[in-house]
C-alpha cells in the first residue's frame, strides 16, 4: 500500500499549484483522505481532508478559501488545488489515508491515519 504526492515546487506568492496524492496496492474509494503539511522546526499541522465518498470537505482555517481539496475514485488520487500562495504556506506536504470513513473525514490528529506517503516541498517565495 502506498501513497505518492506529486506536483510541490516553488511559486512566487499569489501564485498556485496542485498537488496529487495517487495511491497504488489499494483503492481509495472507501479512505478518507487528509493533507498535512510541516515546515522547518514545526509540527505537522491538518490542511484539509475529505471523506471517502467525496461528500465531505474540511479545511484549516488558514487556508480556508485558498485550497480546494477533491478526488477522482477512478483515478485513484486525491487533489489539494492551492491558490493566492502565501510565503508561510511553504511547508513539506503529505497526504495520508484512513480506511472506514465513506462519508466523513477524521480530523486531523497523526494518530487517525494509517497511511502516509514521502512528501512533496512546496515553496512560496519571490
Known amino acids: 500500500l502506498q501513497l505518492v504526492e506529486s506536483g510541490g515546487g516553488l511559486v512566487q506568492p499569489g501564485g498556485s499549484l496542485r498537488l496529487s496524492c495517487a495511491a497504488s496496492?489499494?483503492?481509495?474509494?472507501?479512505?478518507?483522505i487528509g493533507w498535512f503539511r510541516q515546515a522547518p522546526g514545526k509540527e505537522r499541522e491538518g490542511v484539509s481532508c475529505?471523506?471517502?465518498?467525496?461528500?465531505?470537505?474540511d479545511y484549516a482555517d488558514s487556508v480556508k478559501g485558498r485550497f480546494t481539496i477533491s478526488r477522482d475514485n477512478a483515478k485513484n488520487t486525491v487533489y489539494l488545488q492551492m491558490d493566492s500562495l502565501k510565503p508561510e504556506d511553504t511547508a513539506n506536504y503529505y497526504c495520508?489515508?484512513?480506511?472506514?470513513?465513506?462519508?466523513?473525514?477524521?480530523?486531523?490528529?497523526?494518530?487517525?491515519?494509517?497511511?502516509w506517503g514521502q512528501g512533496t516541498q512546496v515553496t512560496v517565495s519571490s
Open positions: 495520508a489515508a484512513q480506511r472506514g470513513f465513506v462519508y466523513t473525514c477524521p480530523g486531523y490528529s497523526k494518530y487517525a491515519y494509517d497511511y
Open positions: 496496492g489499494f483503492t481509495l474509494d472507501y479512505y478518507a
Open positions: 475529505i471523506s471517502g465518498s467525496g461528500v465531505s470537505t
